[in-house]
């Protein structure tokens, strides 16, 4: 018995992960409980079936019509009483209606194949979106986009050739087989079976080898695209450094390899062409040759020589098509795979079956004991007990590393703690939906990211229903009105990549209009101020205060002079609450946040 090796390991598994995704594909064509779908697949298949039949009868008034205006043959009977003319316009019909019935069926099964690409494309949209802050900051933007790219394509490809070129072939094969078999003799059925058999090997085989080459040419592809995206998402970065020919070197590292691959798969697609046409000419002359002798020793006619030179066509024109569709059927199966890989990956924070919407009472958020790591062996925070009454401003202080933003990654449920609890006004958050979450909390991050599109559009996101004039009233609450308004397109000037074509404080204002818009009654302040000059923070805080009354608000701060007026000041060190109180309270106690403060106001005294 011949053992496996790790490349027909590799096959079977390529074959199986194939017939997964086939049968993935396989509800989005044939939804349960909707008829209109599935009434439009079966007339698609009736059109299919009927051009199939057509085109196979389509060669037969050809011959008639030769061997009509043959004299040897004249006198022979014809299809239905037709002479040559009409034997003539009859071939031209069904050649026309061969045609129709391909197209109709087109026509009827664009639509199912449209609707499954936009249900794929969005259930995977949606599924990025419901994966873990984990999962997003592991991954890079352009390969996600990338799987998304192909997969979509891949549905679309395997639809249309899968369908409508491998099935028909195959359809179209078996009856000009039998055509052949039962018209001439079983020797024509041997050539063109033996034929058909040598094709398929070599064009499977030499596409085998040409898929290798291929994925090791979408990989080049996927790493340039990836070097391209983080290289122009990171533009700033790129030109602070002087590193614009560094960065087209390794664009171009990535792509030199790309074309090596390109290059070999041009070659092998030159060999895989001419073995095609060498075994498909061999086989075309050798049942071309078997016909003549019959023409000659009386056998056939004139016409049945016509019709096997027809139906060798027939077969023939399809067949060289079949190393493409099959090398990009392999492909299609793989990018889908990959998409589907994609929809299994487990979203890590989930809604419980039974979750209930958040419901506020006042905003009163309390940690318990709560533990918390990335990594399981570098917990960050190691049992936290903290409480924020409703309506009051906690300000979240400590070093670099302590854990103040890993409580706002926690309270917005980016990540579910490992120890202890959170809850909000008693309600766990891992007993609410994300959705009626996120809809009570406001945040301000350090760094607003602004969406490429009008500064109308990034201050309505906060909320999208808003009318005009609440968007204005958010913008001009958020000391921002003027500045819009002096712009050459106001409300209508686009902010550019991640709102580069903005300052960092005039980013930060329409942060804040954001959220103001969104009227959360929770705010998380991320060090909203720290990224901004000392004039500009000080306009902004104001605000930011401002923006807090009312509110149950959590402010994580670099800048200890921003906080100072908190209801309450939490020290955090090494993961542990070290000091609370007041500003007044814990500079008294001249412990760990007095450090602090004294440290800034030294700096400062120095700057």
Do not use: C
Request: glycine share 8%.
């Amino acid at each position: 018995m011949r053992k496996l090796t790790k490349t027909d390991a590799n096959l079977n598994n390529e074959r199986i992960q194939g017939w997964n995704v086939i049968k993935r594909v396989v509800p989005y064509l044939w939804p349960e409980g909707e008829t209109g779908v599935k009434v439009r697949v079966v007339a698609a298949m009736a059109a299919l079936l009927l051009s199939q039949v057509i085109a196979v009868l389509t060669p037969q008034f050809f011959a008639q019509a030769v061997d009509v205006m043959t004299p040897e043959t004249a006198d022979i009977g014809t299809y239905l009483g037709l002479g040559a003319v009409g034997l003539t316009v009859a071939y031209g019909f069904a050649r026309l209606m061969t045609v129709g019935f391909q197209q109709l069926r087109d026509v009827i099964f664009t639509p199912v194949g449209q609707r499954a690409l936009r249900k794929l494309a969005l259930e995977t949209f949606t599924h990025i979106h419901r994966l873990s802050m984990r999962y997003h900051i592991t991954r890079k933007t352009g390969g996600l986009s990338r799987i998304i790219e192909r997969g979509v394509k891949g549905v679309e490809f395997l639809l249309r050739f899968l369908l409508f070129s491998v099935g028909p072939l195959v359809l179209q094969l078996l009856m000009i087989a039998g055509v052949l078999f039962f018209t001439f003799d079983v020797w024509y059925l041997v050539v063109v079976a033996v034929t058909i058999v040598l094709y398929v090997w070599f064009t499977f085989a030499v596409t085998e080898w040409r898929v290798k080459i291929r994925k090791v040419m979408n990989d080049q592809d996927t790493d340039a695209n990836q070097k391209a995206i983080d290289s122009l998402l990171n533009f700033e970065t790129v030109k602070y450094f002087g590193a614009e020919r560094w960065e087209a070197e390794r664009y171009d590292g990535a792509m030199k390899k790309y074309a090596q691959a390109a290059i070999k798969t041009n070659y092998t697609l030159a060999f895989l062409n001419f073995g095609q046409s060498l075994i498909i000419t061999a086989g075309l002359v050798a049942v071309m040759v078997m016909a003549a002798l019959g023409v000659n020793d009386g056998t056939l006619t004139v016409g049945d020589f016509v019709l096997v030179n027809a139906y060798m066509i027939q077969i023939t024109m399809p067949l060289n098509f079949l190393g493409t569709v099959y090398r990009e059927i392999r492909q299609a199966l793989i990018d889908m795979g990959d998409m589907f890989d994609l929809l299994e990956q487990p979203a890590e924070v989930q809604d419980k079956p039974d979750a209930k919407d958040l419901e506020i009472k006042g905003g009163a958020i309390s940690l318990s004991g709560v533990a918390f790591g990335y990594d399981e062996e570098r917990p960050i925070l190691k049992g936290i007990d903290l409480d924020v009454p409703a309506g009051q401003t906690v300000a979240i202080v400590g070093s670099s590393g302590s854990g103040k933003s890993t409580i706002g990654r926690l309270l917005f449920r980016f990540y579910d703690v490992n120890g202890g609890a959170l809850a909000i006004d008693g309600q766990d958050v891992r007993d609410v939906t994300q959705e009626s979450l996120h809809a009570q909390i406001g945040v301000v991050p350090q760094d607003t990211v602004l969406f490429n599109d009008t500064v109308y559009y990034n201050i309505a996101y906060g909320r999208p229903d808003a009318t005009r004039d609440e968007v204005i009233a958010a913008a001009k609450a958020a000391k921002i009105h003027d500045f819009i308004e002096s712009l050459p397109d106001g409300y209508e000037t686009t902010v550019g990549e991640r709102g580069l074509k903005l300052s960092g404080g005039e980013k930060q204002r329409v942060g804040i209009a954001r959220t103001l818009l969104k009227d959360p009654p929770i705010l998380l302040l991320d060090e909203a101020t720290s990224a901004l000059d000392t004039e500009t923070e000080l306009e902004i805080q104001a605000e930011l205060e401002h923006m807090g009354h009312g509110r149950t608000v959590i402010t994580i701060a670099h800048r200890l002079s921003t906080i100072a007026n908190a209801d309450k000041i939490v020290v955090l060190e090494d993961g542990h609450v070290v000091e609370q109180g007041t500003h007044d309270e814990l500079l008294s106690l001249d412990g760990r946040y007095a450090h602090l403060w004294n440290r800034q106001l030294d700096e400062e005294e120095i700057a």
